[in-house]
């Protein structure tokens, strides 16, 4: 159980284009998933979390424009990187939570990731 | 400020025992996670401690120590498969998450 998906699993675009990338959990129902980026030999960066139904709330740093976050429904988010630059190549990662008490989460149960790589 | 410390990188050999240490200093406690990363894949959960003690889960262990700011994971009959990234993580009195680098583990024959 807990199982999370993301899809695509890579993805390759041009400068100056968008990319969505979603995030679905299949088997249980999400009320808060995180958004993270990672580069290469580095650890974890949270960028977002997302509660159904409601905004985002973004990381210090974190474009909110540029990274655009939408949590429609219980088992999906989706984060779409608008206006994309080579410097936005990483590999981004979601992960769901089953319930949350002030944000808390027992455990996060993560996507296998999506590795963007803009040209 | 916050701030999780491990080592950067460990070798160990396979059959032996390897301990990953973690330190942390952050606003508040409610709670340390261990997570496995193999390279370029998403992390997978190991263990989690709020209580000070040993919790032990088949070949892999996990130590809490809240008065000291410290925990440590504990891999036994090590194997090559366990070669990977491990990461510590906080959670804060604010329900914040915070990561360590992450340690990686090498394990030679």
């Known amino acids: 159980g807990a199982v999370v998906s993301q899809h695509p699993s890579r993805v390759i675009c041009k400068s100056g284009t968008s990319v969505k990338i979603e995030c679905r959990s299949l088997?249980?129902?999400?009320?808060?998933m995180f958004w993270y980026r990672q580069f290469p030999k580095q650890s974890l960066m949270l960028m977002a979390t997302?509660?159904?139904?409601?905004?985002?709330?973004?990381e210090q740093g974190v474009e909110k424009d540029k990274f655009l976050i939408n949590h429609a429904s219980l088992t999906l988010s989706t984060l779409t990187v608008t206006s994309a630059h080579p410097e936005d190549s990483s590999f981004y990662i979601c992960?769901?939570?089953?319930?949350?008490?002030?944000?808390?989460?027992?455990?996060?149960?993560f996507g296998p990731g999506t590795r963007l790589t803009v040209t | 400020g916050q701030n999780i410390d491990q080592p950067t990188e460990m070798t160990a050999t396979e059959g032996a025992i390897v301990q990953i240490n973690c330190t942390y200093q952050?606003?508040?406690?409610?709670?340390l996670f261990w997570y496995q990363q193999h390279a370029g894949e998403a992390p997978t959960f190991l263990s989690y401690?709020?209580l000070d003690g040993l919790e032990e889960k088949g070949r892999f262990s996990s130590f809490l120590s809240r008065s000291k700011g410290y925990s440590y994971l504990l891999l036994k009959e090590l194997q090559m498969k366990d070669s990977a990234s491990y990461l510590c993580?906080?959670?804060?009195?604010?329900?914040?998450?915070?990561w360590g680098a992450g340690t990686k583990l090498i394990i030679k024959p």
């Open positions: 992960s769901a939570t089953t319930g949350t008490s002030g944000g808390f989460s027992y455990e996060q149960y």
């Open positions: 088997d249980f129902q999400a009320t808060t």
């Open positions: 997302s509660n159904e139904g409601s905004k985002a709330t973004y």
């Open positions: 952050t606003s508040g406690f409610n709670g």
């Open positions: 401690n709020v």
């Open positions: 993580a906080v959670i804060e009195s604010n329900y914040q998450l915070i």
